[in-house]
């Protein structure tokens, strides 16, 4: 049939089973956007406040969904305001098909009114990107950027889209997409030497990833980790790829990770890495990292391997094959006596809780307050800073999907936007959002689209008035020179929800955290929960930037 | 080990490819000294061949983000003794009739040949593997170089073996 450049978006877009896309109008996409008014039965778009918020939003989505996120802007500065959410979604391995418009092609190259190169500027932080310059090439190109989004390890592509390209009509015939499987590429010697490895081990531990995330390899995980006894240590990005609940579960690993996971790591034998990639935030010393174990890494992506740490052994393909594959090699084993020891070394990590304070409520009381009155099917949300590591440390995750944090890149401003994709992309599920006052003054804006549609999205506000996180490195590495991290701003965010038309509430101190969150999760409308911290609360454990559990922080001040 | 190692990518040649590649190569951190691209002589592909400077770790985290590279399909090291990897360089010498003659002997044992005599210069031409060029050009050197240009390398592996198989 003959389908203007739109109507193939939009078609192209049904035939990937795409029901909601995120995004925000504008000159060059007005083609775009009339198609999607023609397509409004079929295709939920969902406006945002800025585009920053509608690439997050589409994040967010496929975060909690594992399907490819969409989102729209366009030319000029709307595609130039997505580059901090498609960078985020590149840095986490996430899923994410962007369309941009830009000038009709005989504009382009000419410095004409909102035209940028985004292929460009977004070449770095996309897995692929491309300008469609002929409508006939349209529909091949967005079939295929969904497949380089989906495909190995997952992540963000750009299509550009000149406006002319939108408007021109071309022979337009449906396509199915056709599901490949990712192949194994590692043999089965290398199964069997790295089966060896692991019956050999004496004190084996599992680092995981959010790779296990990505690849829906949970199942597949448990069973690997109960048949070889291995304790299990995580990544943020990992969480809720293995129950906290386990009892092979220790916690997150790294520079706010728990003391077992530090002296775990220190400690072991064999360390199986599992869709993790070894990050500085995790692997603070490369040279020391599991200085005593030998390390197993298995990974779709064959580029991790021997990226940040050298490997021993390495199983290459997705980790739903590779961990079931290597659990066939493996003995079943037990491990009682490294796993009692790992408990052992998880006492000292139950962290003590400050003294009560008529002024300020404590965050960790705050989210487990939360936790009691969430389910597990619940959504959590973070931004980033100090907030997001307490929720990394204390938050039960049960299952996976349930959790959206900028990892990588340490988005601040990202949480709102994902909590808005988090709740289009699952009605009926609770999604929670914690968020600090820095953050949240980042891209607060949102609160426009969780009102306008009426996403129920609790947000708390763990406000301590002060950006918390680098004020917390002031205090340890920079003589306590608060620059510009005290910002002490007066911020009423009760008082500014409610301008926004969403609910605001306060809390003052712990006494009060259960009603006014018992009355929050009451209500099925959107509420921001405005809660005062301290500002001298830390994150503690604390292991200094490129060093190692020997050298971890557990007291300050 | 740190050493020089040929590396020969075979490429979708899409526009900006060159531009992703070397993108890369900087975002990385990646040492060449040298890249060359050229069509491959099969319909819609280029040839890439480079030169790196590395540990064989280096090397194989190369090959493995250059393979990252969508329109990237084919990315091999070129084992030194078994390939052979040439260059061209055009190289213009300061010269008067008193060293003119020196000059055309000393550069015929490179095999390089006269292609321009200027009224103070001479220019040449010569090819050969990267260590006798660099060879040539020391040697011309006392003589004063004005400008030179070299094309990169350019490398095959011997035998019936193809990059593309």
Same mark, same amino acid.
């Given at each position: 049939m003959q389908l203007n450049g739109s109507e193939i978006i939009a078609e192209c877009l049904l035939e990937q089973g795409v029901d909601t896309v995120f995004g925000y109008p504008g000159g060059a996409v007005l083609n775009i956007y009339d198609a999607l008014y023609k397509y409004s039965d079929r295709i939920t778009h969902i406006l945002s406040s800025h585009e920053q918020g509608a690439a997050h939003a589409a994040d967010g989505y496929a975060r909690t969904t594992g399907k490819c996120g969409v989102v729209i802007a366009t030319s000029g500065p709307g595609a130039t305001n997505l580059v901090t959410g498609i960078a985020t979604a590149f840095m986490d391995s996430i899923p994410m098909v962007a369309i941009t418009g830009n000038v009709s092609n005989d504009l #382009?190259?000419?410095?004409? *009114?909102?035209?940028?190169?985004i292929c460009g500027i977004t070449l770095p932080v996309t897995k692929h990107n491309f300008i469609v310059k002929n409508v006939n090439d349209l529909a091949n190109v967005i079939r295929k950027a969904f497949r380089i989004a989906m495909s190995g390890r997952k992540g963000p592509v750009l299509i550009d889209i000149p406006k002319d390209v939108t408007g021109a009509v071309c022979e337009y015939t449906p396509e199915t997409p056709v599901e490949t499987a990712e192949p194994v590429l590692s043999e089965d010697s290398e199964f069997q030497a790295a089966a060896n490895a692991i019956n050999n081990a004496k004190r084996p531990m599992i680092y995981m990833g959010g790779g296990v995330v990505s690849s829906d390899a949970e199942k597949q995980l448990l069973a690997f980790a109960e048949k070889t006894d291995c304790p299990v240590a995580t990544s943020i990005m990992g #969480?809720?790829? *293995?129950?906290?609940?386990?009892? #092979?579960f220790m916690g997150t690993i790294g520079m706010h990770g728990g003391y077992e996971t530090g002296k775990a790591t220190d400690n072991c034998d064999l360390i199986i890495t599992v %869709?993790?990639? *070894?990050s500085d935030r995790v692997a603070g010393d490369r040279e020391k990292f599991g200085k005593n174990a030998a390390i197993i890494q298995l990974d779709i992506d064959k580029a991790e391997i021997n990226k940040n740490v050298r490997t021993d052994y390495s199983l290459v393909g997705d980790l739903k094959d590779t961990l079931a594959k290597l659990t066939e090699y493996v003995d079943e084993i037990k491990h009682d006596e490294w796993n009692a020891q790992v408990n052992e070394w998880a006492k000292k990590s139950e962290v003590t809780e400050t003294p009560e304070s008529e002024d300020y409520a404590h965050p960790y009381h705050i989210i487990e307050a939360v936790r009691a009155l969430t389910d597990d099917d619940d959504i959590i949300v973070t931004d980033v800073g100090q907030h997001q590591m307490w929720v990394s440390q204390k938050y039960r995750f049960e299952k996976p999907r349930r959790w959206c944090t900028s990892?990588?890149?340490?988005?601040? %401003?990202?949480g709102l936007g994902a909590a808005v994709g988090s709740a289009a992309a699952n009605p009926g599920k609770r999604v929670v959002l914690f968020t600090g006052d820095g953050s949240f003054h980042m891209n607060l804006n949102e609160l426009a689209t969780v009102r306008s549609y009426d996403l129920p999205i609790i947000i708390v506000v763990l406000n301590n008035t002060v950006l918390g996180m680098v004020r917390q490195w002031q205090k340890l590495f920079y003589g306590r020179r608060f620059s510009q991290t005290?910002?002490?701003?007066?911020?009423?965010f009760a008082a500014v929800a409610e301008a926004f038309g969403v609910r605001g509430m306060r809390i003052k101190n712990d006494d009060d955290a259960e009603e006014v969150l018992k009355a929050a999760f009451a209500s099925k409308e959107p509420v921001v929960i405005d809660c005062r911290i301290s500002p001298d609360e830390n994150v503690l454990p604390m292991i200094p930037p490129g060093k190692t559990v020997d050298d971890m922080i557990t007291e300050m001040e | 080990m740190e050493n020089k190692q040929i590396i020969s990518l075979l490429a979708h040649n899409h526009p900006g490819v060159l531009l992703r590649i070397t993108s890369l190569i900087s975002r990385r951190g990646f040492n060449i000294d040298s890249l060359t691209a050229s069509p491959a002589g099969i319909e819609g592909f280029s040839r890439l061949t480079v030169r790196l400077s590395g540990d064989d770790d280096k090397v194989e985290q190369f090959i493995n983000q250059m393979l990252k590279i969508v329109d990237v399909k084919k990315a091999e090291v070129l084992p030194e003794e078994s390939s052979v990897a040439m260059e061209l360089i055009l190289i213009k010498v300061n010269s008067d009739s008193s060293n003119k003659n020196d000059i055309i002997a000393l550069t015929s044992t490179y095999h390089a040949s006269l292609v321009n005599l200027g009224e103070r210069s001479l220019t040449f031409r010569a090819s050969g593997t990267p260590s006798q060029i660099d060879a040539l050009i020391e040697e011309l050197s006392p003589f004063g170089i004005l400008e030179m240009a070299r094309t990169g390398i350019a490398a095959l592996e011997n035998g019936d073996n193809c990059l593309a198989d």
């Amino acid at each position: 049939m003959q389908l203007n450049g739109s109507e193939i978006i939009a078609e192209c877009l049904l035939e990937q089973g795409v029901d909601t896309v995120f995004g925000y109008p504008g000159g060059a996409v007005l083609n775009i956007y009339d198609a999607l008014y023609k397509y409004s039965d079929r295709i939920t778009h969902i406006l945002s406040s800025h585009e920053q918020g509608a690439a997050h939003a589409a994040d967010g989505y496929a975060r909690t969904t594992g399907k490819c996120g969409v989102v729209i802007a366009t030319s000029g500065p709307g595609a130039t305001n997505l580059v901090t959410g498609i960078a985020t979604a590149f840095m986490d391995s996430i899923p994410m098909v962007a369309i941009t418009g830009n000038v009709s092609n005989d504009l #382009l190259a000419r410095d004409s *009114f909102q035209e940028v190169d985004i292929c460009g500027i977004t070449l770095p932080v996309t897995k692929h990107n491309f300008i469609v310059k002929n409508v006939n090439d349209l529909a091949n190109v967005i079939r295929k950027a969904f497949r380089i989004a989906m495909s190995g390890r997952k992540g963000p592509v750009l299509i550009d889209i000149p406006k002319d390209v939108t408007g021109a009509v071309c022979e337009y015939t449906p396509e199915t997409p056709v599901e490949t499987a990712e192949p194994v590429l590692s043999e089965d010697s290398e199964f069997q030497a790295a089966a060896n490895a692991i019956n050999n081990a004496k004190r084996p531990m599992i680092y995981m990833g959010g790779g296990v995330v990505s690849s829906d390899a949970e199942k597949q995980l448990l069973a690997f980790a109960e048949k070889t006894d291995c304790p299990v240590a995580t990544s943020i990005m990992g #969480l809720g790829g *293995f129950p906290s609940s386990h009892r #092979l579960f220790m916690g997150t690993i790294g520079m706010h990770g728990g003391y077992e996971t530090g002296k775990a790591t220190d400690n072991c034998d064999l360390i199986i890495t599992v %869709g993790a990639r *070894f990050s500085d935030r995790v692997a603070g010393d490369r040279e020391k990292f599991g200085k005593n174990a030998a390390i197993i890494q298995l990974d779709i992506d064959k580029a991790e391997i021997n990226k940040n740490v050298r490997t021993d052994y390495s199983l290459v393909g997705d980790l739903k094959d590779t961990l079931a594959k290597l659990t066939e090699y493996v003995d079943e084993i037990k491990h009682d006596e490294w796993n009692a020891q790992v408990n052992e070394w998880a006492k000292k990590s139950e962290v003590t809780e400050t003294p009560e304070s008529e002024d300020y409520a404590h965050p960790y009381h705050i989210i487990e307050a939360v936790r009691a009155l969430t389910d597990d099917d619940d959504i959590i949300v973070t931004d980033v800073g100090q907030h997001q590591m307490w929720v990394s440390q204390k938050y039960r995750f049960e299952k996976p999907r349930r959790w959206c944090t900028s990892g990588g890149l340490g988005t601040m %401003g990202y949480g709102l936007g994902a909590a808005v994709g988090s709740a289009a992309a699952n009605p009926g599920k609770r999604v929670v959002l914690f968020t600090g006052d820095g953050s949240f003054h980042m891209n607060l804006n949102e609160l426009a689209t969780v009102r306008s549609y009426d996403l129920p999205i609790i947000i708390v506000v763990l406000n301590n008035t002060v950006l918390g996180m680098v004020r917390q490195w002031q205090k340890l590495f920079y003589g306590r020179r608060f620059s510009q991290t005290d910002p002490h701003r007066k911020t009423d965010f009760a008082a500014v929800a409610e301008a926004f038309g969403v609910r605001g509430m306060r809390i003052k101190n712990d006494d009060d955290a259960e009603e006014v969150l018992k009355a929050a999760f009451a209500s099925k409308e959107p509420v921001v929960i405005d809660c005062r911290i301290s500002p001298d609360e830390n994150v503690l454990p604390m292991i200094p930037p490129g060093k190692t559990v020997d050298d971890m922080i557990t007291e300050m001040e | 080990m740190e050493n020089k190692q040929i590396i020969s990518l075979l490429a979708h040649n899409h526009p900006g490819v060159l531009l992703r590649i070397t993108s890369l190569i900087s975002r990385r951190g990646f040492n060449i000294d040298s890249l060359t691209a050229s069509p491959a002589g099969i319909e819609g592909f280029s040839r890439l061949t480079v030169r790196l400077s590395g540990d064989d770790d280096k090397v194989e985290q190369f090959i493995n983000q250059m393979l990252k590279i969508v329109d990237v399909k084919k990315a091999e090291v070129l084992p030194e003794e078994s390939s052979v990897a040439m260059e061209l360089i055009l190289i213009k010498v300061n010269s008067d009739s008193s060293n003119k003659n020196d000059i055309i002997a000393l550069t015929s044992t490179y095999h390089a040949s006269l292609v321009n005599l200027g009224e103070r210069s001479l220019t040449f031409r010569a090819s050969g593997t990267p260590s006798q060029i660099d060879a040539l050009i020391e040697e011309l050197s006392p003589f004063g170089i004005l400008e030179m240009a070299r094309t990169g390398i350019a490398a095959l592996e011997n035998g019936d073996n193809c990059l593309a198989d």
